[in-house]
Antibody, heavy 121, light 107 residues
Framework: EVQLVESGEGLVQPGSSMKLSCVAS????????MNWIRQAPKKGLEWIAL????????YYADSVKGRFTISRDNSKNTLYLEMNSLRSEDTAMYYC??????????????WGQGVMVTVSS | NIVMTQSPKSMSISVGDRVTMNCKAS??????IAWYQQKPGQSPKLLIY???NRYNGVPDRFTGSGYGTDFTLTINSVQAEDAAFYYC?????????FGSGTKLEIK
């Protein structure tokens, strides 16, 4: 059974940093692209970052480019999202999601349960 | 960047009715569209990929159609458990933009 389990939830102050993790199981993690998607309270889904199966390419939404970094450790079956210079508008539920293919620019067939990040003073 | 526009924003339907919701891309995306269902308090779930392919285990009352810029998700004989938000997403090239969603309520 495919499972994606995010961690790193919390409340942080504006301008600070935070790192999320997503541990994968039930599939060969190193073969698939992975993504982060967020959803602000009462709002829709926003794709924010994608990483290829081998970390050779990474893509970001304009809203997080230069502040957030996606990475992965295939030896640990883990996806990361390093978030810097956090703003109140980054407050959201953050989901990791598996892409159908290795390059990631494909549909998302499995999603984690999400973790809440709150940016507030 | 390509913008995905969904309509209507919400709809209220009776059990057994047929419902159609729309997704319009600002540029030609061929058949590179996915549809997801998100129920309250849950993660999104994949329904349809490449515009018209039903994902594993998705009931056959869900049908996707369209090509180019105009896409439709149809639910035949809506059930109470179909109450949810529905999102389309442009796939194949980043940014992998989502539409703003359609809220389906059951009367």
């Amino acid at each position: 059974e495919v499972q994606l389990v995010e961690s790193g939830e919390g409340l942080v102050q504006p301008g600070s940093s935070m790192k999320l993790s997503c541990v994968a199981s039930g599939f060969t993690f190193s073969n698939y692209g992975m993504n982060w998607i967020r959803q602000a309270p009462k709002k829709g889904l926003e794709w924010i970052a994608l990483i290829y199966y081998d970390s050779s390419s990474k893509y970001y939404a304009d809203s997080v480019k230069g502040r957030f970094t996606i990475s992965r450790d295939n030896s640990k079956n883990t996806l990361y999202l390093e978030m810097n210079s956090l703003r109140s508008e980054d407050t959201a539920m953050y989901y990791c999601a598996k892409s159908r293919g290795g390059f990631g620019e494909d549909y998302f067939d499995y999603w984690g349960q999400g973790v809440m990040v709150t940016v507030s003073s | 960047n390509i913008v995905m526009t969904q309509s209507p924003k919400s709809m209220s339907i009776s059990v057994g009715d047929r419902v159609t919701m729309n997704c319009k891309a600002s540029q030609n995306v061929y058949n590179n569209i996915a549809w997801y269902q998100q129920k309250p308090g849950q993660s999104p779930k994949l329904l349809i990929y490449y515009a018209s392919n039903r994902y594993n285990g998705v009931p056959d009352r869900f049908t996707g159609s369209g090509y180019g810029t105009d896409f439709t998700l149809t639910i035949n004989s809506v059930q109470a458990e179909d109450a949810a938000f529905y999102y389309c997403q442009r796939i194949y090239n980043s940014p992998l933009t989502f539409g703003s969603g359609t809220k389906l309520e059951i009367k």
